[in-house]
């Protein structure tokens, strides 16, 4: 007991310490040892009591929780026991103890004397802050009232000053305002004086400077002065222009300009230049460059001739000045020939006036490039002389469609002819003289919301009759390279051909159209003729089902088949792509698709013609498994002889001298071989690849199940049933692949299993037997492996363990074991 009591006071100790910590911490409230101390002076009968005996019964008492003689006992009992041998560890757990309460005693006074210097410390800092607060509100209120004091004083002070300001700002306007009307009266001046010494080319350069004054001053108010400006620009451009354009025009006329013939395609004609060809040509620089002056001040006065918004052409800038003089004439001879009641304006010859056009840029070009071009570059213009003169022209034509289109709108014949010589003047045109994309050109009228709607109309129509016409033709099915075995892989009947190339005619028409949403309705036309073309031929189709194998029959699927291939090519087509983007910007904004299908448009897993090739797949499919269906049925009638061999007593190989084929599988291989020749010749090889594939995997399994598992083999049948099959029905599919058997799997595998020696077919009976004895749910994946395996050695991997089974039990040559 001595050694104990050490123990109670360090433990009575801990205990009173982690109570004074908690009422520190504000854990506050009383603890159970508090009730039990309070209940040491109580009577034996008080309710207190009774409440807590009845407490101590209900809750298990916790060594690290209850009180401390419970404690303590509890502790000595874990620590000590019974063992009075264990006594000798109290030392050790006294030394660890008092260690322990040292170091909780240091940890209470470091606690206890931080805590109130830290308070201490922030009170202090708390008290600076307010006070530091309290100067500031002060200095705030005192600066308040002395700047209340400051405005009122200054008020009148600001509103004597608000007035001067306001009239120092007018003086400041009107003294702008005079001195741009010096700027102007002075540039006026120096123009005058100039034309006086007959400078022209400072005075042009004045007036450029001029026109930019009036450019800056567009922002301005000043009605008066704006007027004042445009008028002084307008009147100095008029007298520089007639006197520079006058010239200019003289020194075209020497040039014999323009060159309106091939004999007139150079300078001076076929003539020899004179001898001042080279004045005259320095003089033509001089006033090109002299007249590119006057440009800005051009385009201030002159607003530039517009067709109606419902045409929507691109923004152009100008025609530059010069070119402008140097195109008169032309533009002269194109009105006077191509308008009015002349005997060239006629409505059912547009091609006079494109093909004029044509002409007139190729005669000019040399002109253009040689002459012209450099006249820009060193005037720091960045136009391409050849283009500018093209883009010219081009408006004329423009003007000339938009007055004719609706003259003819409703003849279909003069209609699609417009439509046709536009496009090729349009193909010649960017592709012979480089027009480029961007500039307005004649498929921006054909885009018109009419014009287009009455294009597509055309357009559908003459397709329509085109394939009417196809189809009736008497070559219609009928390949024209038949007789070129390289180049009639696909066997393609002329009506499909002609429907694809009538597509691809369709796609060059349209595929420079300026805007993707007019594309986008062609597209359209293009899958709408596509499925008409798919209905035609299905009904064509359905009058040749009762002959699937005719020489109709094929072509028509011949024609499918090629036309869902060249349709995939398509999708792949960079045009086509673009289309595909532009079709999924427009589902995107209309909600036309759901999530998935505009997540397949933007990944390309899908393409514009994947609805059309599914549904000719779809055809493909049909009409191949009917052909299919056919030579089975066939094959089957055929067949009827050999099911019924007598396969249970046929003699064995060694009775046989030599092995022949069954009498009876003979029609069935002949014809097999005859409607195999027959389609290999009317098929292309993709849809003949996948004709036998298909066929052999159902004849696999009709020889199998309606031969195989129907009959007994002895040793010669089961002989006879693999030099039939091996030998004869393998080698009629080794034209078309090099492992003929591996399509015949089920027929192979059996043939294996019937041909078994007795030992190896006793085996595998045994360890299949097994197999099945043993398939427990603890077993099962111990013994199938075993059952797989033997299988796979033997060269089986298609037919499953019971497959095998019921075939070894079709053998008859097992050994008589006296069971």
Same mark, same amino acid.
């Given at each position: 007991m001595e050694m104990v009591e050490p123990l109670l006071n360090s433990d009575a100790t801990l205990d009173l310490q982690e109570q004074e910590a908690n009422k520190d911490e504000g854990l506050g409230g009383e603890t159970e040892d508090s009730e039990d101390t309070q209940l040491l002076c109580t009577t034996p009968g008080d309710p207190k009591v009774e409440a807590l005996d009845s407490r101590k019964e209900r809750i298990p008492r916790d060594p690290e929780s209850c009180d401390i003689p419970f404690y303590v006992s509890e502790f000595v009992e874990r620590e000590v026991g019974t063992d009075y041998e264990s006594l000798s560890k109290l030392g050790r757990l006294i030394e660890q103890l008092s260690e322990n309460k040292a170091k909780l005693e240091e940890q209470v006074l470091t606690v206890s004397s931080e805590v109130p210097k830290r308070i201490q410390k922030a009170l202090q800092n708390a008290e600076d802050s307010k006070k530091s607060l309290n100067q500031l509100l002060e200095k705030e209120s005192l600066l308040y009232n002395s700047i209340n004091d400051h405005l009122m004083t200054s008020k009148p002070w600001m509103e004597d000053l608000g007035v001067l300001i306001s009239q120092i700002k007018e003086v400041?306007?009107?003294?702008?305002?005079?001195?741009?009307?010096?700027?102007?009266?002075?540039?006026?001046?120096?123009?005058?004086?100039?034309?006086?010494?007959?400078n022209v080319p400072e005075a042009a350069t004045t007036l450029a400077t001029m026109a930019e004054v009036d450019i800056k001053l567009q922002e301005s108010s000043c009605s008066h002065l704006l007027s004042f400006v445009r008028s002084t620009v307008q009147f100095w451009h008029k007298i520089l222009k007639d006197k520079l354009s006058s010239d200019f025009e003289e020194t075209l006329n020497h040039l014999h300009w323009p060159f309106v013939g091939p004999t007139q395609s150079q300078p001076f004609g076929l003539a020899t230049p004179p001898a001042n060809a080279q004045e005259i040509y320095t003089n033509f620089e001089t006033l090109f460059s002299q007249l590119l002056k006057l440009q800005t001040s051009d385009e201030l006065l002159t607003k530039p001739k517009q067709l109606p918004e419902k045409y929507v052409l691109p923004p152009s800038p100008p025609i530059i000045l010069p070119m402008q003089i140097m195109l008169a004439p032309l533009q002269k001879r194109f009105k006077y020939h191509f308008t009015g009641n002349r005997q060239t304006n006629v409505l059912s010859k547009p091609e006079w006036y494109l093909t004029q056009v044509l002409m007139w840029i190729g005669n000019h070009a040399k002109f253009l490039e040689d002459k012209i071009q450099p006249a820009l570059d060193k005037a720091g213009v960045s136009v391409n002389a050849k283009l500018e003169f093209s883009r010219a022209l081009v408006m004329l034509i423009?003007?000339?469609?938009?007055?004719?289109?609706?003259?003819?709108?409703?003849?279909?014949?003069?209609?699609?002819?417009?439509?046709d010589e536009v496009l090729l003047f349009e193909r010649e045109l960017h592709s012979v003289h480089g027009y480029l994309n961007s500039f307005p050109s004649c498929m921006h009228i054909l885009s018109e919301e009419t014009c287009f709607q009455r294009w597509l109309t055309v357009e559908r129509k003459f397709a329509l009759q085109?394939?009417?016409?196809?189809?009736?033709?008497?070559?219609?099915?009928?390949?024209?390279?038949?007789?070129?075995?390289?180049?009639?892989?696909?066997?393609?009947?002329?009506?499909? /051909?002609?429907?694809?190339? %009538?597509?691809?005619?369709?796609?060059?028409?349209?595929?420079? #159209?300026? @805007?993707? $949403?007019?594309? &986008?309705?062609?597209?359209?036309?293009?899958?709408?003729?596509?499925?008409?073309?798919r209905i035609r031929l299905t009904q064509v189709m359905k009058e040749e089902t009762r002959v699937p194998l005719a020489f109709r029959y094929c072509a028509i699927l011949n024609a499918v088949n090629y036309i869902a291939t060249v349709l995939a090519d398509w999708a792949d087509n960079v045009f086509f792509l673009q289309l595909q983007q532009a079709a999924l910007e427009v589902c995107a904004d209309s909600n036309a698709l759901n999530k998935l299908q505009l997540g397949q448009l933007a990944s390309m897993e899908s393409s514009v013609f994947?609805?059309?090739?599914?549904?000719?797949?779809?055809?493909?499919?049909?009409?191949?498994?009917?052909?299919?269906?056919?030579?089975?049925?066939?094959?089957?009638?055929?067949?009827?002889?050999?099911?019924? /061999?007598?396969?249970?007593? %046929?003699?064995?190989?060694?009775?046989?001298?030599?092995?022949? #084929?069954? @009498?009876? $599988?003979?029609? &069935?291989?002949?014809?097999?071989?005859?409607?195999?020749?027959?389609?290999?010749?009317?098929?292309c090889y993709?849809?003949?690849?996948?004709?036998?594939?298909?066929?052999?995997?159902?004849?696999?399994?009709?020889?199998?199940?309606?031969?195989?598992?129907?009959?007994?083999?002895?040793?010669?049948?089961a002989a006879q049933l693999q030099f039939d099959m091996t030998r004869n029905l393998f080698?009629?599919?080794?034209?078309?692949?090099?492992?003929?058997?591996?399509?015949?799997?089920?027929?192979?595998?059996?043939?294996?299993?019937?041909?078994?020696?007795?030992?190896?077919?006793?085996?595998?009976?045994?360890v299949l037997h097994s197999a099945t004895e043993n398939r427990t749910e603890t077993t099962l994946n111990?013994?199938?492996?075993?059952?797989?395996?033997?299988?796979? /050695?033997?060269?089986?991997?298609?037919?499953?363990?019971?497959?095998?089974?019921?075939?070894?039990?079709?053998?008859?040559?097992?050994p008589n074991t006296g069971k």
């Open positions: 400041e306007r009107h003294l702008a305002y005079l001195k741009w009307i010096s700027q102007i009266e002075e540039l006026s001046d120096n123009i005058q004086q100039y034309l006086m010494t007959n423009l003007e000339k469609l938009a007055a004719d289109i609706p003259c003819l709108l409703y003849d279909d014949n003069l209609f699609c002819h417009l439509v085109k394939m009417d016409s196809m189809l009736s033709s008497e070559a219609a099915w009928i390949s024209q390279y038949k007789d070129i075995t390289d180049v009639d892989e696909m066997k393609v009947p002329d009506c499909a /051909e002609t429907f694809m190339t %009538l597509l691809l005619v369709i796609t060059d028409r349209y595929k420079h #159209l300026p @805007a993707a $949403a007019r594309k &986008l309705q062609f597209l359209e036309l293009q899958k709408e003729l596509v499925d008409d073309f994947d609805d059309m090739i599914n549904l000719l797949e779809r055809l493909k499919h049909d009409m191949l498994t009917r052909q299919v269906d056919h030579v089975f049925r066939e094959v089957k009638e055929a067949a009827r002889m050999y099911k019924k /061999e007598r396969w249970l007593s %046929l003699p064995s190989q060694s009775e046989q001298a030599v092995m022949s #084929l069954s @009498a009876t $599988a003979c029609p &069935l291989l002949m014809t097999l071989r005859d409607q195999l020749l027959q389609l290999e010749q009317q098929l993709s849809l003949f690849k996948i004709f036998w594939q298909m066929l052999a995997e159902k004849v696999d399994l009709f020889i199998y199940q309606e031969i195989i598992l129907a009959n007994h083999f002895n040793e010669g049948g080698p009629l599919f080794s034209h078309y692949c090099k492992r003929p058997e591996n399509y015949f799997k089920h027929i192979k595998e059996a043939c294996i299993v019937l041909n078994l020696n007795v030992g190896s077919a006793l085996l595998l009976k045994d111990s013994s199938q492996p075993t059952a797989m395996a033997a299988l796979n /050695e033997l060269g089986i991997y298609k037919l499953a363990q019971q497959d095998v089974e019921i075939l070894l039990n079709l053998r008859t040559n097992w």
